[in-house]
């Protein structure tokens, strides 16, 4: 950690909450909006693609999510016909 870190360490830790809390407003209104969102989405894409294959095994193999979801609805509302 520079000197520069350090004093501003120190002084932080002399502030009262209220002025921590109003600093950090400040510091996340100066910092520049990070670009990578459109990557965070990809990468949460990528981590729910690969958490579905995993599911996938402990489900019995003739499994049908469309036909459970229909069964699904027909027992909490009954037939529509």
Known sequence: MTGLQEQAVQMIGSLSDDNVRFLIEII???MPIREEN???GMQAFHRLDEAREEIRKYLPK???PDK???EARAERYGSVN
């Open 28 to 30: 996340q209104r100066l």
């Open 68 to 70: 459970e979801l229909e």
């Open 38 to 40: 459109a990557d965070d």
């Open 62 to 64: 003739d499994f049908d």
